[in-house]
């Protein structure tokens, strides 16, 4: 009989249909079999993750090749679901970092930086005008943390997806990073992400609109060997904050 751990509670059925739980199985006669473990589980002296012949307790029936009962120990996987699929080779010492710890540790070191904002007018724009707003494209690429601890590797990534532009007067969301006004291509030209001022700022602190560009990043992350993978989904970085004038002149010239 193989025994997973050193004390076996199995049920009875007890009258009709009636079940109830008695322990331990060596004192009930016929010999109780216990559910064989899944394949490539424990071998025929010990229960580790890769083993190929389920021990048995020698006890007649079906033996180990060799002679001789298999040893009966306990379940080192604890009823750990990925150890009996055979990714774990047997239970972690207390204190180790679970897979969630390790999510955790890759997530909280992820690198989300502010970026810097750019806009054409660059010093001084103008009521009326079309106002082009864009980040630095050279830090628009995704950013990853890999973290190796317990047995297992977690690669966090955050990947920019998106920027909230708040511009004193108004707020807009625009998909990517922007792209900066071209002074070589037409004056009606269309840029991914633009803004019309209607108002000037004289009426602001210091004559200036606040702006800001706040970068949404979407978060997700790799666990190997086969453990998982998740998406944490958006999370917004730190602001970046820049002053803009905006006068009543009407212009179609450009200082920027």
Not at 155 to 174: A, D, F, Q, R, Y
């Amino acid at each position: 009989m193989l025994i997973r751990s050193s004390l076996l509670i199995t049920a009875m059925t007890v009258g009709a249909g009636a079940t109830g739980l008695v322990a331990p199985a060596a004192a009930f006669a016929p010999r109780v079999t216990a559910p064989k473990p899944p394949p490539n589980h424990c071998s025929t002296t010990t229960c580790t993750a890769g083993g190929t012949i389920p021990g048995r307790d020698g006890s007649g029936g079906d033996t180990p090749s060799g002679g001789g009962g298999g040893t009966i120990v306990q379940d080192p996987c604890g009823g750990d679901p990925q150890c009996v699929m055979g990714s774990v080779s047997g239970p972690q010492p207390a204190g180790t970092p679970t897979v969630a710890d390790v999510v955790q540790m890759a997530m909280d070191g992820l690198e989300r930086p502010v970026m810097k904002i750019q806009t054409s007018p660059r010093t001084r724009s103008y009521v009326g005008l079309r106002t082009f707003l864009w980040v630095d494209r050279g830090q628009w690429t995704p950013k990853s943390n890999p973290v190796s601890a317990g047995g297992h590797t977690v690669t966090g990534t955050s990947t920019p997806v998106e920027v909230v532009w708040n511009l004193g007067e108004k707020t807009i969301t625009c998909t990517g990073p922007g792209t900066p006004y071209n002074p070589k291509r037409p004056e009606n030209q269309k840029g991914t992400c633009t803004h019309v001022y209607q108002k000037s700022s004289a009426g602001q602190p210091g004559g200036e609109y606040q702006i800001s560009a706040t970068v949404n990043w979407r978060v997700t992350w790799v666990c190997e060997p086969a453990c998982g993978s998740g998406d944490a989904g958006m999370v917004a970085g730190l602001s970046a904050v820049e002053q803009l004038p905006v006068g009543e002149i009407q212009t179609g010239s450009r200082s920027g």
